[in-house]
């Protein structure tokens, strides 16, 4: 028994990526749910316009953090305001007497609770009005979250595992004796399941608006351009991971290692304004935290389009990165390896 206790542990040490993983996963679950895991949020960009603006924004306390006053705007400045993520809450004052209307943007829906709340708490100075989700429905903010989960799911793990069963098939060697370029071969292998996801997208979307009855109200070719981009970061990273695993175990165990932080530290559960700031900038390096702020940003807020220019151009540059990276790793490995020299045989008798 002791001897086989011991072989265990000699196999688990020669097995760097189950030792890494088991290393660090308990510590990166450890640094998100210590510094991550919190729903309130304590800092709530915010813009005050209308006549009385500079009065009440000296007024103005946590969470509400004044970033711009403009006494000549009006209440649709401030959504617009809000549509575009330039502020979390906008306070827009009148002449009239009576409290002030606090804009409050659902899309964000733990800033908008800590900003409905705090305006509740002032004794009817401020009246909150919630826009873009006025229920602040949880399901409303999930649903665009979990399309982007989905096809990082299917883009990484299903992807990362079907080419290594490939690999582990011989198939993949074949193609190194044909006339394939490697990102014909990259495109021809993930074609599949590039449709296959973008399937799911559609579908995850219709019966989430049907369902849930979560809202769309932006472009939806904005949507599509951003999933597109998504989907080609994603599969390139489950080539990726293909390409460095042996098996269908050590591909698992990678995309699983890819997969939690994304989902931990995108924005997706726990909102980044919330985070600690070290923490937050690491979700900041995630595709899904990008494609999180065009899904929700087209489905709830009509969001315009230069106001997703960011997360879409990171995008556009995290998809080149990656699929370049693909390409190279997946051309070295189609690359034929070059025939052994062989010796002569020494001769076995003396010449006559």
Do not use: H
């Not at 028994?1 to 660090?24: G, N, P, Q, S, Y």
């Not at 401030?78 to 575009?84: C, D, P, S, V």
């Not at 698992?252 to 997706?268: E, F, H």
């Amino acid at each position: 028994m002791w001897a086989m206790i011991l072989k265990e542990f000699l196999e688990l040490r020669r097995d760097r990526r189950t030792m890494v993983m088991i290393i660090a996963l308990p510590l990166v679950l450890l640094v998100v749910f210590g510094y991550a895991a919190n729903f309130k949020v304590d800092d709530v960009p915010t813009q005050v316009v209308g006549p009385k603006a500079e009065q009440v924004a000296a007024r103005l306390k946590a969470p509400f953090v004044v970033k711009k006053v403009d006494p000549s705007g009006t209440s649709q400045d401030g959504k617009e305001a809000l549509r575009a993520q330039d502020a979390g809450a906008v306070v827009v004052t009148t002449d009239a007497a009576g409290p002030a209307t606090v804009l409050v943007d659902g899309s964000n829906l733990f800033s908008a609770q800590s900003a409905a709340a705090a305006a509740a708490a002032t004794g009817g100075q401020l009246k909150p009005q919630v826009l873009f989700n006025p229920g602040m429905k949880t399901s409303w903010v999930m649903v665009p979250a979990l399309v982007g989960m989905i096809m990082a799911f299917i883009g990484t793990i299903i992807t990362a595992i079907g080419l290594v069963r490939e690999r582990q098939a011989g198939t993949l060697e074949q193609l190194a004796v044909m006339p394939f370029k490697a990102s014909d071969v990259i495109v021809g292998k993930i074609a599949p399941y590039f449709v296959l996801a973008a399937f799911d997208m559609i579908l995850v979307t219709v019966l989430g608006c049907l369902l849930f009855g979560v809202p769309f109200a932006g472009n939806l070719a904005v949507l599509a351009l951003g999933a597109a981009l998504f989907l080609f970061t994603v599969l390139g990273i489950g080539v990726l991971i293909s390409s460095v695993s042996q098996n269908q175990g050590q591909a698992m165990q990678m995309a699983l290692m890819t997969m939690m932080p994304q989902i931990l530290l995108s924005g997706m559960i726990f909102p980044l304004a919330a985070m600690a700031a070290g923490v937050r900038w690491i979700g900041y390096l995630f595709p899904l935290t990008y494609f999180n702020m065009i899904s929700n940003g087209v489905m709830l807020r009509d969001a315009p389009l230069s106001s997703l220019a960011l997360p879409l151009g990171v995008l556009a540059g995290m998809a080149g990165l990656v699929f370049t990276a693909a390409v190279l790793r997946f051309r070295r490995d189609l690359a034929p390896s070059a025939p052994k020299a062989t010796r002569a045989p020494a001769a076995t008798g003396s010449a006559r």
